[in-house]
């Protein structure tokens, strides 16, 4: 079972609307939907905890810088006693189109900074992610792509990803799924 979800982004207000940033994006329409305590500092993020489908889990934002997101989920991971395969990690992902996610376990991290970090720290890949697709850049650099605000247009769908994302995470806690029985992935696009 899924016991810790981290959302992933940058810290600093430059950041706040770039496509690196889906994971914090993608955070504020999820608490929209949760009853959620107050946030806590600690392990290098602020982190909280709630109920899904009668389970508690516990939420963490990393306020590290992107490439340094494994000292937060490690920190928190090891102190709650919580195994790679109960964590599932939120990211911006460009080897998906734009509003296109996947829900997988483990996989290539494909130069993911932020899941590299992750990856080094708990010593695995083999944690679940939710792959928020923002499509390759057409021309320019990667990172200037990544660090890079949405078109107006991508801005205005942004919604309809979050809205496949909820009802993703819904229906996985409803049915109760443990990494048994839980499919290797699951992908919803446009």
């Known amino acids: 079972m899924i016991r810790l979800i981290v959302f992933l982004g940058n810290k600093g207000s430059q950041y706040t ?3 690196h940033n889906m994971g914090w994006l993608f955070l504020d329409t999820f608490l929209e939907h949760s009853s959620v305590p107050a946030w806590q500092e600690k392990f290098h993020g602020m982190w909280t905890s709630v109920t899904m489908a009668n389970t508690p889990v516990y939420l963490l934002k990393p306020m590290t810088f992107m490439n340094e997101s ?3 989920v ?3 991971s090891r102190y709650f006693e919580i195994e790679p395969s109960e964590i599932l990690v939120v990211h911006d992902d460009i080897e998906l189109e734009f509003l296109t996610l996947r829900l997988q376990q483990g996989g290539g ?3 993911h900074n932020g899941l590299k970090s992750i990856r080094q720290d708990i010593g695995t890949n083999d944690f679940f992610r939710l792959r928020l697709g923002i ?3 057409e021309h320019g650099t990667v ?3 990544v660090l890079g605000r949405f078109s107006s247009v991508q801005e205005a769908q942004l919604s309809l990803i979050w809205d496949q994302a909820i009802q993703l995470l819904q229906t996985w806690f409803l ?3 443990s990494v048994q029985t839980l ?3 699951a992908q919803v696009g446009f």
């Open 183 to 185: 499919p290797k992935s």
């Open 74 to 76: 490690g920190a928190m």
């Open 135 to 137: 499509g390759r850049p």
């Open 175 to 177: 049915q109760k799924c």
């Open 109 to 111: 991290l494909a130069g």
């Open 70 to 72: 494994g000292r937060s």
């Open 143 to 145: 990172s200037s792509y």
């Open 17 to 19: 609307q770039t496509r």
